[in-house]
């Protein structure tokens, strides 16, 4: 099972290029950036990474990503895990990034998305490997502030594939990027939001209905809800489970407890992906092995998720016919 899962092409949905950042590489661009870690060693990163909920976690992540200062920063945080992502035989990967942490912390826009840019291009052209982009907007900052970003991005627009949600989801109700989303529609752009990780099964019913997403980022409590399991079920929506991640947030305490199986015996479009994969112990190769281990799935059971992501990738058509 191992190899075949090696071997299989594997599709990710759901990843945050900026989860993607090594102890390895942090400890390297912290020294090139001249920027003081608050760990004396990488051990003593990795030792850290251990979170007791989503918020624990996202402290350490937006830390974390403090010493991205250059757009050649961005550039080796996307090209690193592109060659590592391609190495376990995955195909396509449709990244999510967050501005509005680097703006935040005056890195410009420009600077962002020239670095991760120019990844993109680079791997596309190098290593057999298709990237989408994901804008993600922070849930637990303004919406207008959110709204401003999305304009100052125009020059972006073009480059986008989607817009998404994320960050703090609890009392962060997709409600209130009503305005955000619909520009978002007005612009074309297709929308993906977090929602059912730690949040209710309500706020998949609201990024449904408010934001209309076209996937759903998580959504592993859709099951509190037959309401929302049916609608999830009747329009086939995507959901982009991330079980490693899951365990490490403590949304579940142990993999072989994970509603995973439920799921897929609900008739859901479930996909498998790694969310963070540098603070939750693996790529997507480790999260398979993981399902593997905890679910005792057989090659068609991988094989039909991998379908499922291909089918929803933001690929072309010919790329898409060449995964199938
Ligand atoms: N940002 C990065 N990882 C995230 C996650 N798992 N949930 C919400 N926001 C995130
Ligand atoms: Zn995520």
Request: hydrophobic letters at 45%; one cysteine or more.
């Amino acid at each position: 099972m191992n190899e075949f899962l090696r071997q299989l092409p594997k599709v990710e949905l759901h990843l945050h290029i900026e989860g993607t950042l090594e102890p390895e590489l942090m400890f390297a661009l912290a020294a090139r950036n001249g920027i003081e870690l608050p760990y004396a060693s990488v051990d003593e990163a990795k030792a850290a990474y251990d979170f007791k909920d989503l918020q624990g976690f996202l402290d350490l992540y937006y830390q974390g990503m403090n010493v991205l200062r250059n757009e050649q920063d961005f550039y080796d945080l996307a090209m690193d895990y592109f060659k590592r992502a391609r190495s376990e035989g995955v195909m396509h990967i449709d990244i999510h990034f967050d501005p509005q942490a680097h703006l935040q912390r005056g890195v410009p826009l420009e600077v962002v998305m020239a670095g991760l840019l120019r990844a993109k291009e680079e791997a596309e052209a190098s290593l057999d490997l298709t990237i989408g982009m994901i804008m993600a907007f922070l849930r637990d900052r303004p919406a207008d502030e959110a709204l401003h970003v999305l304009e100052q991005a125009s020059p972006y627009w073009k480059f986008l594939d989607a817009i998404g949600l994320d960050s703090a989801e609890r009392d962060h109700p997709p409600v209130k990027f009503q305005a955000l989303f619909a520009r978002a529609k007005e612009l074309g752009l297709v929308r993906v939001a977090h929602a059912g990780e730690e949040g209710p099964a309500e706020y998949i019913a609201q990024a449904l209905d408010i934001l209309e997403v076209q996937r759903i980022d998580h959504g592993v409590r859709c099951l509190e809800s037959d309401d929302v399991v049916k609608r999830l079920r009747d329009q086939q929506t995507v959901l982009t489970v991330c079980p490693l991640s899951n365990v490490s947030l403590k949304v579940v305490e142990r993999l072989s407890d994970h509603a995973l199986p439920q799921l897929l015996a609900e008739g859901l479009k479930v996909t498998i992906s790694s969310d963070d994969p540098a603070y939750f112990g693996g790529g997507l190769l480790e999260n398979h092995l993981a399902c593997a281990d905890a679910f005792g799935w057989d090659e068609d059971t991988f094989r039909m998720l991998n379908r499922y992501a291909i089918e929803e990738a933001f690929v072309s058509e010919q790329r898409r016919d060449e995964l199938l």
